[in-house]
């Protein structure tokens, strides 16, 4: 019933525009009748929960009925995350300084909330420090953060301009792993660690570009997808246009075959941090792997699954489902 209820509901909010327009590009792609696609789409949809910018994404139009099978698409996602995280318990993840309160222990950065701080406490936070990283706390997908240099910032002016622009989230600027810098030292290039029942299930690194002074794959950023069990990039990154980088075309770094260092440090970091809200137990965590440990950056009760899966990541043309499905059954809970 409850299936039956979400696609309703999706089929009622549909972008039936944006629908067709997905079903021209894949026609475009492998040259098939729209009308046939279009009931495609609409099989995906009733089978599988997928949408159509799951079936475009994932390439399902090139995928037999097994495959699909394997596909976390968007209706399987939200059935995991009604599953597993009480809605009373997710403002904990979702107020950033609420966040930082409870999972200070693993953040290993400073960091101020300006509407607890007064101008004075503000100002011997500033000190000894060239950039701050400043972030709303009520915007997702790198909306709103910045990365501020204060060197000979008026305290006080800065302080009344943060709070008047809701940045009211401050926080030292997390020193990152050269080999990470190396990639790309514009931003902060962050892990994105999927935890479901206390197991990490997936995970990415997220990577800059364009100069720009966020990772997020929505924002221009690109990413790639790590081995769950050896910390090892063993494919190109992806950037939203589906351009594939070998190499990060602006420092002309080597993205495949990189080890992610410390990577047992940050898996055992990720899953020690499930206990402090057990009542969410299906959480994409961001960590920046710092010069000698990690840094928890943020957790997300909602777990994109746009990231999940994608065509250049996938071996044997599956998708994720079976390996979550595996955690559901052997976690903690």
Known sequence: ?????????????MDYGNMFKTIDKV?????????????????????????????????????????????????????????????????KFEDKALFNKLFNKYLNRDWIYLNDASVEEFAKFLEGKEFVIVKPLDL??????????VVNKN???LYKQLKASSQTLVEEVAKQNKVINDIYPNSVNTLRVVTL???????????????????????GGMVTAIDVDTGMINYPAIDKETNVYEVHPMTGKKIVGVQIPM??????????????????GYIAW?????????????????????????PVHRTG????????EKAMKEGKI
């Open 197 to 219: 029942n206390s197991i990490v299930v997936t995970a990415y690194l997220r990577i800059g570009n364009h100069g720009n002074v966020v990772d997020n794959f929505n924002h």
């Open 286 to 310: 961001d960590v920046c792997l710092g010069e000698n440990k990690p840094c928890l950056i943020e957790g997300n009760d909602f777990p994109g699954h746009d990231l999940y899966q994608l």
């Open 27 to 91: 026609a475009s792609i492998n040259h098939k009748n729209k009308v046939g696609i279009f009931f495609d789409v609409v099989s995906c949809g009733l089978k599988y929960g997928a949408g159509y910018i799951d079936y475009y994404q994932f390439q399902m139009y090139k995928m037999n009925k097994d495959e699909r099978k394997t596909i976390i698409t968007r209706g399987i996602n939200n059935s995991i995350m009604k599953k597993y995280n009480d809605p009373s318990a997710i403002n």
């Open 140 to 149: 997702s997908c790198g909306k709103g953060v910045e990365k501020l240099r």
């Open 263 to 280: 990577w047992d440090d940050v898996k055992k970091l990720c899953v020690e941090a499930c206990d402090v809200v057990p009542e969410v």
């Open 317 to 324: 043309n599956c998708g994720l489902l079976p390996r979550f």
């Open 1 to 13: 019933m409850g299936k039956v209820k979400y696609m309703i509901a999706r089929i009622a909010k």
């Open 155 to 157: 305290p006080e002016e």
